[in-house]
């Protein structure tokens, strides 16, 4: 059984019906939403320990198996050496305070704007007590999480239907605007594993479910 775990994003109200349910395609689809998220959430002593432990490989390897595409996880090791520090000074060498934000390539205050509606109308809710920024990625991810969670427990196909296509619009509008770029300057800062390899995960991971839900409903 699987159910949403959120980290940037709060429920506006409690939950009602379903909370939990089957393993499929499109719950691995927000495993993975899930696990990103979480690694991008921060650099600190979690992240750190499930980089020293081959946790973010062993779990992100087992919610891909399920996918409808492929999706290449690799290592996702530390290189030898890199201690709490050095792993959280990476974190912050290549992110800083803004590179994360999405708003921060545009108008951040109609980004923040749009997001929040979005968010809104699905129930959700950022900033104030929500521990990351609305546009931050691991917030942004969360959503996708979450949207994807409801399509899987959606009692009818109508209902899922609708959540598939905010799941697209969202890459479209909002996550594939600043993503590539984002992952390319890190990249191009010579980012050290296991950045590297998350990098390289959700760059690919992002474009690729774009391109499978947009085949789905056409568009």
């Known amino acids: 059984?699987?159910?949403?775990?959120?980290?940037?994003?709060?429920?506006?109200a409690e939950p009602t019906g379903v909370l939990e349910v089957e393993e499929n395609e499109t719950t691995a689809r927000s495993a993975v939403y899930q696990l990103l998220g979480?690694?991008?959430?921060s650099g600190g002593t979690t992240s750190f320990e499930k980089a020293r432990d081959g946790l973010w490989a062993k779990e992100l390897f087992e919610a891909a198996t399920l996918l409808p595409f492929a999706l290449h996880v690799g290592d996702v090791a530390l290189p030898a050496g890199m201690d709490e520090a050095a792993f959280a000074a990476e974190f912050g060498r290549?992110?800083?305070?803004?590179?994360?934000?999405?708003?921060?390539r545009?108008?951040?205050?109609?980004?923040?704007?749009?997001v929040h509606r979005e968010y809104e109308y699905f129930g959700l809710a950022a900033g104030g007590s929500a521990p990351r920024p609305p546009d931050?990625?691991?917030?942004?991810?969360?959503?996708l999480q979450y949207l994807c969670f409801k399509e899987a427990a959606s009692p009818s196909p109508r209902l899922a239907g609708s959540f598939r296509r905010a799941q697209r619009d969202f890459l479209a509008g909002h996550v594939l605007c600043w993503v590539p770029g984002m992952v390319a300057a890190a990249q191009a800062a010579g980012a050290a594993e296991p950045f590297a390899a998350m990098l390289?995960?959700?760059?690919?991971?992002?474009a690729d479910d774009h391109g499978y839900v947009a085949a789905l409903i056409g568009g």
């Open 136 to 143: 931050h990625l691991a917030t942004e991810l969360d959503f």
């Open 106 to 114: 545009t108008d951040r205050a109609a980004e923040i704007a749009t």
């Open 200 to 206: 390289d995960l959700v760059g690919v991971f992002v």
């Open 94 to 104: 290549l992110f800083g305070s803004t590179e994360l934000l999405g708003g921060a």
């Open 1 to 12: 059984m699987f159910t949403y775990s959120l980290q940037g994003l709060e429920l506006t």
């Open 38 to 41: 979480a690694f991008f959430a």
